[in-house]
């Protein structure tokens, strides 16, 4: 693109955003438009020059990355953190729940409430604290390492400092022990209202009754005895179903969320270049062409190749509502269509008429940002002070960059002129080798820049790579967290059931019988689990896309269906490694320890 100019030489090696900088702003001119574009520039420049002076380099472009990884730090702790305060409260109850005989003999040994709830307390407080301290370490250092190593691939920054947040640790420690503590307290006190020979004695077993399953006799009926009696102890032991689907579908929103991000982020540029922007190649001109130099441009493009061409005037402008300001281009076709260029449609894939004189129609990222919508007001302002205001027709899709299109009339009304075509859109046959051709219009007169969309894209693409490292954090977290989660909930699961395992093993059952009557109902939980951590991941991730914001891509909400389908399937495989590494506390239950009587 930028090889035919004689006064300088193309510099390799760069930053990508410095690479799809002049794309973005092929005239010399733009660069005022978009110092104009930030509204925080200037505190940015101060925040910029103060870290400077402290001897700490920061750039614009570690600046966007750091809105990015913001957006995802805002939701995703607190998501972790509500999965792992329920980890700890159905681990602590099982555990007061299971040593409520040891609690009766202490009460009996004259032991007061309180001396007893400090033991349980100090279990809680030194697991909680040591898990704080990892934990604090692995968000403090190592994770911000792996990010840090991942962006530096790409963009070559400087060495890491790393900042030690007090506020933050403590708030989050305080918060989490508050819930550990919390739980222990609120069990051990309401176990150690009950009279001690009470709390000797073994619980009486929950009662079983007829479900509502039963009342289907087509289907009841035929099923297996034991399928019977897992459906009825799922049904039978409701805190424990809950549990334990709460806290697989809220792992499976995690997996669906990290995915769905990548979806968003990773295949942007293909939806803006397969389904929105049709044309080749854009050619800047250095001035409106007359007559005969349309003419031998024309010739130049079907000589090169082209099947269409159509010119088009752009400029930049400020547009606003609600007292927002965004800069955006405002494009004007010479034809009064961009047919066969551009892809005008909605969300939905509604095609869009082009707007008609007085209207207008804004990309999807515009209407976000000044939370417009179809039969709205935008106010537009040229750099002459210049207001127009206009009635927004329609909201179309668009990812890279924001766009207003207007009619010859709407233009002149905007900008007191008529539309100056001084680009050009320029499609090329399939077989057409897009390089060649384009070289060939750099070369036609008065030429100044021709722009691939294939060179844009994969520019882009590679800015939008870096972010999969983030991605690939949050899946791994999600993951590790799903297999916690499942390992903990069923090891609890067969602990409260030892004499009930020792039973049916007394009866004859071999090894693999007694572990599916006993997996059988993980595995159903877990199906049921990752049915409910389908929605609530496509709302998490709905939520974490909308408190990503970058000017100048707009993200589209979507998950791939294949990502839906890996993120169940990951659950699904999670429990089964599960169920296989539980196998050996199955087998080695002593069953002549688990049957003795209490008494």
């Known amino acids: 693109m930028f ?8 510099v390799r090696d760069v930053d990508p955003i410095v690479q799809i900088t002049p794309y973005l702003m092929p005239m010399r001119c733009d660069a005022q438009v978009f110092l104009d574009y930030d509204v925080e520039y200037e505190p940015l420049m101060r925040y910029i020059a103060k870290k400077s002076r402290e001897g700490v380099k920061i750039t614009f472009m570690e600046i966007l990355i750091a809105s990015f990884v913001r957006g995802v ?9 509500a999965v792992a305060a329920l980890v700890c409260i159905t681990t602590m109850t099982r555990m007061v729940d299971e ?5 009766g003999v202490l009460k009996a040994l004259g032991y007061s409430n309180g001396a007893i709830l400090s033991q349980y307390f100090l279990y809680a407080g030194i697991a909680s604290v040591l898990g704080c301290v990892l934990g604090i370490a692995a968000g403090s250092y190592f994770l911000p390492k792996m990010i840090w190593q991942g962006y530096n691939i790409m963009y070559g920054f400087t060495g890491i400092l790393y900042a030690f947040d007090w506020p933050l640790v403590l708030v989050s420690s305080g918060a989490y022990l508050l819930c550990a503590l919390g739980t222990t307290w609120y069990v051990v006190h309401a176990e150690l209202q009950k009279p001690a020979a009470e709390l000797i004695r073994p619980r009486a077993p929950k009662a079983g009754k007829r479900i509502l399953l039963e009342r289907l006799p087509l289907l009841w009926n ?6 019977k009696v897992s459906i009825r102890n799922i049904l039978r032991f409701k805190k424990r179903m809950v549990m334990m689907m709460i806290g697989i579908g809220g792992c499976t929103a995690l997996l669906i969320t990290g995915f ?11 939806y803006q ?10 050619v800047t001109f250095q001035h409106a062409l007359s007559g005969s130099e349309r003419e031998d441009f024309l010739a130049v493009c079907e000589k090169s190749g082209a099947e269409g061409c159509l010119f088009v005037a752009e400029k930049s402008l400020d547009a606003s509502a609600g007292g927002t300001v965004k800069t955006t281009n405002v494009v004007c076709p010479e034809s009064g269509s961009v047919d066969g260029f551009i892809d005008l449609h909605t969300q939905e894939k509604t ?14 990222g515009l209407a976000q940002a000044l939370r417009l919508s179809a039969g709205d007001t935008i106010t537009l302002q040229t750099g002459d002070m210049r207001r127009t205001e206009l009635t927004v027709e329609a909201v179309f899709e668009n990812y890279v960059y924001n766009y207003v299109y207007l009619t010859q009339t709407t233009w002149q009304d905007v900008f007191g002129e008529a539309p100056g075509y001084e680009a050009a859109w320029v499609n090329y046959q399939t077989d057409e080798d897009a390089q060649a051709a384009s070289a060939a219009l750099a070369g036609a007169k008065n030429a100044a820049a021709v722009t691939l969309s294939l060179d844009f894209r994969s520019r882009v693409a590679t800015m939008m790579q870096s972010l999969q490292y983030i991605v690939l954090v949050v899946v791994l977290g999600a993951a590790a967290l799903a297999f916690i989660v499942l390992y903990n909930l069923t090891n609890i699961n067969i602990t409260e059931r030892e004499r009930e395992i020792a039973t049916i093993k007394v009866l004859g059952f071999y090894d693999g019988e007694t572990n599916r009557y006993v997996f059988r109902e993980n595995i159903i939980l877990t199906v049921l689990g990752a049915l409910v951590g389908l929605p609530m991941g496509k709302l998490l991730h709905a939520y974490v896309m909308g408190q990503i914001k970058i000017d100048l891509m707009c993200f589209d909400v979507r998950v791939a269906p294949l990502s839906y389908l890996i993120s169940a399937a990951l659950t699904l495989v999670f429990g089964l490694l599960v169920n296989l590494a539980l196998r050996r506390k199955i087998r080695t239950i002593d069953m002549s320890q688990a049957l003795k009587s209490i008494e």
């Open 222 to 227: 035929r099923l297996p005895f034991l399928h």
């Open 73 to 81: 730090s805002q939701v995703f702790p607190l998501f972790f953190f």
């Open 260 to 270: 769905g991000i990548q979806d968003s982020i990773s295949s942007v540029v293909d």
């Open 273 to 282: 270049y397969d389904e929105i922007t049709r044309y080749d190649a854009a």
């Open 3 to 10: 090889g035919h100019r004689p006064e300088g030489r193309r």
């Open 99 to 103: 040593q409520r005989t040891q609690a």
């Open 351 to 364: 095609p869009i008429p082009y707007p008609q004189d007085g209207g207008c129609i804004i990309s999807r």
